[in-house]
């Protein structure tokens, strides 16, 4: 079913806003203690009509990490069945539409034990180069997500090997780098798995910057002929509903310098129950979107900065104070 062009009541009295608006716009939500936020986000259809008899089904329901977060049947991304087995199409994951790319995500849970070869099986199928970790495997004591991938070495996952190439861990995040090899084929992939760690146990980030850094590795190691990113946390929802939205956004800017996150939220939960789970993750996504789009991408590489410092010293062309002046007032926004 194709989502591109989906329209709801709410999708209208909630038109895209221009860039050059949107700090006006956020501050008009944010006033009387934020009461036009919280009231636009509960305006926005949770997109329930949809059937999940595949989710519901018993051979299905211990491959659902929540009871209450399924899989529609009309978005569901479905394997390859095994042997004619019940069930074995089934995986909790639906296709989310990007910025003009249908299909462009599959949004996930995070993986069982029951399901680590599901999953691989569908990176594999769905010939996806990056997976997306918006979670820790462990938050509170709790288990948020099971580990699908190996520390080191190989491991066999149903028909799916996946060997460790390579670990980069840094501040916020960390990049995996995997080998995958199917039983029975001589195709060898590779896909990198990249995990961010700076999201709280509770709430959201207080600053957008780590995620807006995060967002920039991951599209750029992205090929622009790879299948559908995989983005997962522990529901598949939440967070993985904001660097969605915020990614798609992000390429909206660039082309029609407008933001729609109302109606892509919406257009998400179409595809796929609860998508942006909180208001908190709804005003995040507006503020990480305002600073990208105030500020830019400030992050320099080590061996450049010297240089870089040189520069915003002088002033640049047209004014009068220098750059370090102007991105300092950036930053107070």
């Given at each position: 079913?194709?989502?591109?062009n989906?329209?709801t ?13 949107m700090?006006d716009h956020i501050?008009?939500?944010?006033a009387?203690?934020?009461?036009r ?5 509960e ?6 009509q ?5 989710s519901?089904?018993?051979?299905n ?16 991304v ?25 299909n462009?995500y599959?949004a ?6 029951e ?7 569908m990176?594999w ?8 970790m ?6 509170k ?9 190996p520390v ?14 390579d670990t980069?861990e840094?501040a ?24 961010f760690m700076a ?6 980030p ?8 995060f967002?920039?590795r991951?599209?750029?190691?992205n090929p622009?002929?790879?299948?559908p990113?995989?983005v997962h946390?522990?529901?598949g ?10 990614d798609a ?6 082309h029609?310098?407008?933001v729609?996150?109302?109606?892509h ?8 129950n609860?998508?942006v789970?909180?208001e ?5 996504i ?10 830019g ?8 900065l ?14 009068t104070?220098t750059a370090?002046?102007l991105?300092?007032?950036?930053a107070?926004i």
């Amino acid at each position: 079913m194709r989502r591109l062009n989906y329209q709801t009541p709410g999708m209208r009295e909630h038109p895209p806003i221009p860039v050059t608006e949107m700090a006006d716009h956020i501050e008009r939500l944010k006033a009387n203690d934020g009461l036009r936020f919280s009231q636009e986000y509960e305006s926005i259809d949770p997109g329930q009509q949809f059937t999940w008899e595949n989710s519901n089904m018993e051979v299905n329901k211990p491959k659902n990490r929540y009871a209450n977060v399924i899989a529609y049947d009309h978005s569901r991304v479905v394997l390859t069945s095994v042997d004619a087995v019940p069930g074995s199409d089934y995986i909790n994951s639906n296709y989310i539409d990007g910025y003009r790319k249908q299909n462009a995500y599959i949004a996930t849970q995070g993986p069982l034990p029951e399901t680590l070869s599901d999953f691989w099986r569908m990176v594999w199928e769905q010939r996806s180069n990056t997976i997306v970790m918006m979670t820790r495997l462990e938050e509170k004591s709790r288990v948020k997500c099971d580990q699908y991938w190996p520390v080191r070495g190989t491991e066999t996952y149903g028909m799916i090997q996946v060997t460790m190439l390579d670990t980069v861990e840094l501040a916020t995040y960390s990049v995996r780098t995997f080998a995958l090899y199917k039983n029975g084929s001589s195709e060898k992939r590779e896909v990198r798995q990249f995990q961010f760690m700076a999201w709280p146990d509770h709430g959201v980030p207080e600053y957008p910057t780590p995620i807006l850094a995060f967002l920039r590795r991951v599209k750029a190691c992205n090929p622009s002929d790879a299948g559908p990113m995989v983005v997962h946390c522990s529901a598949g929802v939440g967070r993985t509903g904001c660097f969605i939205v915020i990614d798609a956004m992000l390429e909206r800017m660039k082309h029609e310098k407008s933001v729609d996150i109302y109606g892509h939220v919406t257009c998400m939960r179409a595809q796929r129950n609860y998508m942006v789970q909180t208001e908190d993750q709804y005003i995040f996504i507006h503020e990480a979107l305002l600073e990208a789009a105030t500020c830019g991408n400030t992050e320099v590489p080590a061996r450049n900065l010297y240089a870089h410092i040189q520069k915003l010293t002088q002033p640049p062309p047209g004014e009068t104070v220098t750059a370090m002046e102007l991105e300092f007032k950036c930053a107070e926004i």
